[in-house]
Every structure is written in structure tokens, then in C-alpha cells.
């Protein structure tokens, strides 16, 4: 179930990134169609404001997606 400020994104995916360098990173990932996601996909980090108001604090979202 996803909190309030997530519910407009739902469904979403969930997973940990590896980057090249070896770092992992908990994340959103988003993509075309869920079932389309596949552990050892290539992936690009992108970033996002919140569109909501809300009394958590304001930062920039990274998440990832398909590389184009």
C-alpha cells in the first residue's frame, strides 16, 4: 500500500540499483509496463520534484528508468 504521497504514482516498482561503480541505491523504477521489468536491466538515474504539497520535507526524488 502506498502512503499518501506516493498514491498518485501507484502502481509503481520498487527495487535496489546497482551503478557501474559498484553503489546500490533503493529506488523507484519506472517503467513503460511493470511487466517489462527484468533484474540486470540497463537503467538511467533521473530526478523529480514533488507535485504535491506536503508537510514532509521538500527535496528533489531520484528514481530510475529505461535508458533510452
Not at 520498487?14 to 540497463?42: C, D, T
Not at 514532509?56 to 529505461?66: A, D, I, L, V
Amino acid at each position: 500500500m502506498a502512503p499518501p504521497q506516493f498514491k498518485h504514482m501507484t502502481p509503481y516498482a520498487v527495487g535496489i540499483v546497482e551503478m557501474a561503480e559498484g553503489v546500490k541505491l533503493p529506488s523507484i523504477i519506472r517503467v513503460a509496463r511493470l511487466e517489462l521489468l527484468k533484474i540486470g536491466m540497463e537503467l538511467e538515474a533521473d530526478f523529480s520534484t514533488n507535485p504535491q504539497e506536503s508537510a514532509w520535507p521538500q527535496w528533489p526524488r531520484y528514481f530510475f528508468k529505461e535508458t533510452a
